[in-house]
């Protein structure tokens, strides 16, 4: 399999030497000049101040590839081709070359899990606590760094996102746990959110850890009830191993599209590639379980969309009293495997 991957991108890679047109070399120079790597070029990096100040259209401190065609080249860089269905034929060879996000199970990234008293400050020192989100109908938390190459090439895309969907009620939380992390650059960012958002330096890393925030791309969407509804990637656009010019899915923003609508995202858990914060999903006590905190929100994601009333199994579980006098049965059948099915 290793032979064959190797193999695969080696042929990949003459398709794509012969599709080189004159503005790769546009490219290329970008490259050159993008030191770390990180996706952006810095006026350090460049070396070239006036050309700088030319290129950076949108004055952020930094060129994009984006901006660096539109100066110089032919207005859009070029779209970066998939690979052929042709060369590729299974899934473990085209993941050897890059890696994006991949769907997952809802229950597994926590999904409908509950999120308790909120409380935290802001790079500004604002505090914000479960109040200060009455009349907001999501909240996405977002993870971040301004060090992470993968999150510093998504920060533009989630101020976009906060102007797209601020009108329509929804608040952006961006979060970043590394310790550190340059503040001022936080600052930065904090001005392009807009009123209604926020920019956490979580150095103590409390809010990651209550949110479950796994990689430094890594969202999480609660609603008003502070229900987790969404918990995965922004889109696939970035990776590991790969650029694209555009996205090909646009996981929070489609879920959000379907959340406002009413309706359950169609796609509700992905992973997140990004730099890895190495904190597991916060665990809780049984001090702190009560059926409608915590169990009930665990049968509405599993169990109700077939145990209810007219639903196809033979009984319901979408009250107090359904569950407890089906709670023997309800432990045989997780402990065996048997339930929930695959699909829930």
């Not at 030319?54 to 930094?62: E, F, P, T, V």
């Not at 081709?81 to 991949?102: E, H, Y």
């Not at 009108?167 to 992390?181: E, R, Y």
Request: with cysteine; charged share 20%; proline share 6%.
């Amino acid at each position: 399999m290793a032979v064959l991957a190797v193999l695969i991108a080696g042929i990949w890679g003459a398709v794509r030497s012969s599709m080189v047109s004159a503005d790769d070399s546009l490219t290329e120079k970008f490259r050159q000049a993008d030191k770390n790597g990180d996706g952006v070029v810095t006026a350090g990096e460049l070396g070239r101040r006036a050309l700088f100040r030319r290129l950076d259209l949108d004055k952020d401190g930094s060129v994009t590839l984006e901006e660096t065609y539109k100066v110089l080249g032919s207005g859009s860089p070029p779209s970066e081709p998939t690979v052929p269905a042709s060369l590729v034929n299974d899934p473990q060879s085209a993941a050897a070359i890059r890696q994006g996000p991949q769907p997952q199970k809802p229950g597994e990234r926590g999904v409908g899990r509950f999120i308790g008293e909120l409380s935290f400050r802001d790079v500004t020192g604002r505090e914000w606590t479960n109040a200060s989100f009455e009349g907001t109908s999501l909240t996405v938390f977002a993870g971040t760094s301004t060090s992470c190459p993968l999150s510093k090439k998504y920060g533009p895309s989630l101020v976009t996102l906060a102007n797209e969907f601020g009108a329509q009620g929804v608040s952006f939380i961006l979060v970043n746990p590394v310790a550190s992390d340059v503040t001022v650059d936080m600052q930065n960012t904090q001005q392009r959110l807009g009123s209604g958002n926020a920019y956490v330096f979580d150095k103590e890393e409390r809010l990651t850890r209550q949110l479950g925030l796994t990689t430094t791309t890594d969202v999480v969407v609660i609603d008003a009830a502070r229900t987790v509804v969404y918990h995965g990637a922004i889109d696939d656009q970035y990776g590991f191993g790969y650029s694209l010019a555009a996205p090909r899915r646009r996981y929070l923003a489609e879920a959000l599209g379907s959340l406002l609508a009413g309706q359950p995202p169609h796609v509700a858990a992905t992973d997140a590639p990004g730099c890895e914060l190495g904190i597991h999903s916060p665990t809780t006590s049984a001090g702190d379980l009560t059926y409608h905190n915590r169990i009930s929100r665990i049968v509405e994601q599993h169990c109700v969309e077939c145990h209810r009333e007219g639903g196809v199994a033979p009984f319901a579980l979408d009250t107090y009293d359904d569950v407890v006098a089906h709670a023997p049965m309800i432990e045989e059948v997780i402990e065996r495997g048997i339930m929930p099915p695959w699909f829930a």
